[in-house]
């Protein structure tokens, strides 16, 4: 699925944003609020403000803050819903405290609300549930212009890396089409040649290209290959090149089957036998080997392709930095970063190549 963009970015909402942000606004706003009615109504005895003037503020301000909270829970960002609801529930708040204290008092709500401060908190209950209301849409709109401008940066960091994601796939596209067609010529004008003087083995070799080319190019059009196909590719290769080269070449695999059906990079290990083959022949009629082996190092799978060839004595700097090898190194940059890596050495009976891949799952 592609990475959202600016059109397609989910909305920001009340409910994304932590409650607790409001909650420590709200608590805020009702000890200050509070403050400062008791300050307004100090000149009443301390038993007044304390039994009957305090109970009734928070009310109000639990009231107000629990409905607006409500609010906002159900996505309700508009002004005027934030703002009449809470007023209502702070009149509500206060009335009902009213009442509580007639009936503790033993007196009637009538008497009650003739009293001037209770007129006065009556009035006053509807103000402060809408401060409280107004509070909370100030905040959530601030949180949701925050919200909304961290979805743009997120939506252009995704829109960055799918640009450079895409780039990668069309450089390493380009690189895996410069691998066959210098092999392709070859072989044909070898077949060409080999038509006019021996049409059997002619045929023979026609088999190998067909059954090579079967494997060969399915795999460049996937990401990454079973490591056992990847083998199966390295044995057609090495059989077609046997009977165009009309030479002796042997494979040996040291892979455990279980690691069969690890992913590398397609083309990988044939690289190396191509490499082998162009500069690890070894001298005279000499039977070419080529031995696969794999090994775990830790978090990486260790590929070896070994021949016994001269080894890299007889290399020249343009032989171990050549196309093919170069190509290779920059697929493993762009498909693992510095997690992979490509290393040749010279062991005494031949060059040894060892390919570094992070061990993946299909």
Not at 97 to 122: D, F, H, M, N, W
Not at 219 to 244: K, N, Q, T
Not at 285 to 304: E, F, M, R, V
């Amino acid at each position: 699925m592609p990475p959202p963009t600016h059109a397609n970015a989910p909305a920001p909402t009340a409910a994304a944003i932590p409650f607790r942000d409001y909650a420590a606004v709200l608590a805020c706003l009702t000890l200050g609020l509070t403050l400062l009615v008791v300050a307004l109504v100090s000149q009443q005895r301390l038993r007044v403000v304390l039994s009957q003037v305090l109970p009734a503020v928070l009310l109000t301000m639990a009231s107000s803050s629990a409905v607006g909270l409500w609010l906002l829970a159900r996505n309700r960002l508009q002004a005027w819903a934030l703002i009449v609801g809470p007023a209502a529930a702070g009149a509500a708040g206060m009335l009902c405290t009213v009442a509580l204290l007639a009936a503790g008092y033993g007196r009637t709500l009538a008497e009650v609300v003739a009293r001037p401060l209770v007129v006065k908190g009556l009035l006053a209950s509807p103000l402060l549930g809408a401060m409280v209301g107004l509070s909370l849409f100030l905040l959530a709109r601030a949180r949701q212009r925050e919200w909304a401008a961290w979805q743009v940066e997120l939506s252009s960091r995704l829109d960055l890396e799918r640009v450079q994601r895409e780039r990668a796939l069309a450089d390493l596209q380009l690189l895996q089409a410069q691998i066959e067609p210098h092999f392709l010529y070859n072989t044909l004008a070898n077949l060409r040649q080999l038509i006019r003087v021996d049409s059997t083995r002619a045929l023979d070799m026609l088999e190998h290209l067909i059954r090579y080319f079967k494997l060969v190019l399915p795999s460049f059009r996937r990401e990454r290959l079973p490591l056992g196909d990847e083998i199966a590719l390295v044995h057609a290769y090495l059989d077609l090149l046997r009977e165009r080269m009309d030479r002796p070449m042997r494979l040996h695999v040291d892979v455990p089957p279980q690691w069969h059906t690890a992913p590398v990079l397609p083309g990988a290990l044939l690289c190396l036998a191509e490499n082998a083959v162009k500069h690890g022949l070894p001298d005279g009629d000499q039977d070419l080997q080529l031995h696969i082996a794999a090994a775990c190092n830790g978090d990486l799978l260790q590929l070896s392709v070994q021949d016994n060839g001269p080894g890299l004595g007889h290399m020249t700097t343009a032989d171990s930095t050549g196309t093919g090898l170069h190509n290779l190194r920059e697929r493993l940059r762009l498909s693992y970063g510095e997690y992979a890596s490509l290393h040749l050495q010279d062991n005494g009976n031949g060059c040894k190549a060892t390919l570094e891949l992070p061990w993946e799952t299909q």
